[in-house]
């Protein structure tokens, strides 16, 4: 089946990038306490990595409801893939790693976020409905997992060199982007081709004028069409009545 195939991609592509996301936000502080000795400068590093959480998920719930969940993916993915390389490449420079540093916790902190947010309803794109909790279920385990290995995977990267578990990260980042892309672009289900087409219907199940459900989904006190062009009420119109 071909919606095993995209799933499997999908499952891959993000267990992969949140092992990065975790390894690369564990080794953030480190890096910060081991270059500075600071262990207050370490805990601002980390409140940064974190801040993202709170201020973007709402919005870009919004967003995600909006656009190709598929094309955030990436765009999260190649995004962070960009932001640890030049980080990466800055301390194996030794240059000026402090404000790359900083904007590179505050970027890819913001991306992990329009990733989360993305990928339920990207597999709940791909995956037949009824197959949708056994999906899910796999996913949400894959992703703990993957959570509590990136922890410890940051540290012992960052034992072996300070830029490693960057250069790690942008490899991976860039594979999981990879696998998104040869997921097939997935067509709506014709329950949301409906809701494209017409609009949500209201709770009587009619339409207004312009595709989008009434207030009332009943006509006015005259016997006249509504301002929505509904049935008359009561089924006349002008006092007389109205044919089936």
């Known amino acids: 089946m071909s919606w095993r195939r995209d799933f499997w991609l999908l499952f891959a592509g993000s267990s992969l990038a949140t092992v990065a996301a975790r390894a690369s936000a564990a080794a953030y502080p480190l890096l910060a306490l081991l270059l500075t000795g600071s262990p207050v400068l370490a805990g601002w590093v980390r409140f940064a990595s974190m801040a993202p959480h709170l201020l973007c998920t709402l919005p870009f719930g919004v967003l995600v409801d909006r656009h190709d969940r598929r094309r955030l993916l990436v765009i999260s993915q190649v995004g962070r893939a960009v932001a640890i390389g030049l980080l990466a490449i800055t301390i ?34 791909v995956v037949p409905k009824e197959h949708t909790t056994w999906a899910v279920s796999r996913n949400e385990g894959a992703l703990a997992a993957a959570t509590l290995a990136g922890q410890p995977v940051g540290g012992f990267l960052l034992g072996i060199g300070n830029a490693f578990p960057f250069v790690a990260g942008l490899i991976a980042q860039t594979v999981a982007a990879v696998t998104i892309l040869w997921t097939r672009k997935p067509v709506p289900r014709a329950a949301e081709a409906e809701v494209v087409a017409h609009g949500l219907p209201d709770a009587h199940g009619l339409p207004d004028a312009h595709g989008l459900p009434d207030a009332h989904g009943l006509p006015d006190a005259h016997g006249l069409p509504d301002a ?17």
């Open 228 to 244: 929505h062009g509904l049935p008359v009420a009561h089924g006349r119109l002008d006092g007389r009545a109205v044919a089936d």
């Open 92 to 125: 194996a420079a030794d240059g000026p790693w402090m404000p790359v540093l900083w904007a590179t916790v505050v970027v890819e902190g913001t991306l992990t976020v329009l990733h989360q947010r993305a990928l339920g309803p990207a597999i709940a794109e």
